[in-house]
């Protein structure tokens, strides 16, 4: 009897003490479950964390932020990071983060947002002399107006069109105070990244509220035009000084020569272009932040069916007659004299004229063609008519233009081309500035297509993330 109580005490005990030590594995278990739960998630957390670190140093200075360190403490974590350069203009981003023996790691990369389309100084034609002197600076490298860096894209300092301007202003200009995308002495020959014929066009066509007309000379030496949120639009016919200590933001346009002194200051874009070349001249504290356009290109507005018709419109004379006429006529006159023919030639002629389509002289539009592959359009924006504007595409977009009432053909008054001017000066000195700020042209293109540098953002892509073994 005492033996059976025995045996069933030490049964009841053993099975007892089983449980319990089967309690205590799954107890020890749910610990090192919850450890390691735990090292997994501090690593993640100081991955991430580290991560958004460097995206953030990235997104301040995205050209110049180059970093790789290792043994960084996050909390009871430690991580490494590093930044390097990648294949697409873009920075590669790898963060890991470390815990009681856990790891836990993030790749990526951050590429710019926004595009390019002007540098920060585009000469259009030939310049002559050009004079570069003093503390002058001149850069594409995207600043904010505050003057700390901006995301970008950065672009050329400046870029030139014309060969031997090219030689001349890279000659001219100081290694260090002229830089931009590719460094110091940014002076590139190049095509501009956006049609200056289709901006300046558009920019004489521009018929909106925020516009503002000045005819003949004018000089801003006080006070402010504009704001950051309401540009203006301003078209000077003449000569435009900006002097004192005036401030101004949007599109300053002139036809004469553009001259910047004293503190005087603009925010947006200066576009000058003066058919018969003039003095374009940046001194003193001046400064422009966005960008500077400075053309001679004069817009061709006598094609070759019109040339025909002032040939035509010159009579034949008698021998005697035409002896006296001639030391009195111009080269084109003796053209136009050349090409005399009797009444019944010149009817003939003004026949087949006649037979030109209703369409081609209600429109008036320009008869050149556009280059091989484009065509020319008028585009009209969308409930603003009134700034209709000629614009060159591709042909086989051009049904989805007419579809949404563009026209096909150059607008009325505009030839589509330009034929350059004459040569130029520019004259860059004393502690002028142009300074190329994606901040100062993005509100433009509220008021001009043209100018849609995009958004300011920088793409954050995580290409993969995970534990390491």
């Not at 205590?24 to 998630?41: I, P, T």
């Not at 002194?261 to 003066?274: D, R, Y």
Request: glycine content about 10%; overall charge negative; some cysteine.
């Amino acid at each position: 009897m005492g033996k059976a109580v025995l045996l069933i005490v030490l049964g009841t005990t053993l099975a007892a003490s089983a449980m319990y030590l089967s309690r205590d594995e799954a107890l020890l278990d749910q610990k090192l479950a919850e450890s390691r739960y735990e090292g997994e998630v501090l690593a993640r957390e100081a991955a991430t964390s580290a991560f958004n670190l460097v995206v953030g140093n990235v997104k301040s200075d995205f050209s110049g932020y180059r970093e790789s360190l290792s043994g960084m403490t996050y909390r009871d974590a430690q991580y490494d990071i590093s930044a390097t350069d990648g294949a697409d203009d873009d920075v590669v981003i790898t963060a890991t983060g470390k815990y009681d023996g856990f790891a836990y790691r993030i790749t990526g990369s951050v590429e710019r947002g926004g595009q390019r389309l002007l540098d920060a100084l585009t000469i259009d034609g030939a310049v002559t002399n050009p004079d570069f002197r003093g503390s002058y600076s001149v850069t594409g490298v995207d600043y904010k107006l505050d003057g700390s860096r901006a995301v970008g894209p950065d672009v050329r300092g400046i870029l030139v069109t014309n060969s031997s301007s090219f030689t001349s202003i890279q000659a001219e200009a100081s290694r260090t105070q002229v830089t931009g995308l590719e460094g110091t002495l940014d002076v590139v020959y190049d095509n501009p990244h956006t049609s200056l014929d289709e901006l300046e066009s558009a920019i004489r066509n521009y018929s909106g509220s925020a516009l503002v007309v000045e005819s003949g000379n004018t000089t801003f030496s006080s006070g402010t035009l504009g704001s950051l949120k309401s540009p203006k639009v301003v078209r000077v016919s003449g000569n435009a000084t900006l002097a004192g200590n005036f401030v101004g933001y949007g599109i300053l346009y002139a036809s004469g020569n553009i001259t910047f002194e004293g503190n005087a200051n603009w925010n947006g874009i200066v576009f000058g272009n003066h058919a018969e070349g003039g003095l374009h001249s940046f001194s003193n504290d001046s400064a422009v932040f966005g960008s500077v356009v400075l053309r001679s290109a004069a817009e061709e507005s006598l094609d070759k069916d019109e040339e025909d018709e002032e040939d035509d419109s010159v009579e034949c004379d008698d021998d005697k007659s035409a002896k006296s006429k001639k030391s009195k006529k111009s080269k084109k006159s003796a053209k136009s004299k050349k090409s005399c023919k009797s009444d019944k030639s010149k009817k003939s002629k003004k026949s087949d004229k006649s037979k030109k389509s209703d369409k081609s002289k209600k429109s008036k539009k320009s008869k050149k063609s556009a280059p091989d592959g484009l065509v020319y359009v008028c585009h009209i924006p969308p409930g603003n008519p009134g700034n209709s504007h000629t614009l060159s595409i591709d042909a086989a977009a051009l049904a989805a233009h007419l579809a949404h009432g563009d026209t096909e053909g150059a607008c009325q008054g505009d030839t589509g081309e330009t034929e350059p001017g004459d040569a130029f000066r520019i004259i860059l000195q004393d502690r002028a500035t142009i300074r190329y700020s994606s901040e100062a042209i993005r509100p433009l293109k509220n008021l001009l297509e043209q100018v849609d540098v995009g958004e300011e953002a920088v793409h954050i892509k995580r290409k993969s993330e995970g534990a390491v073994k």
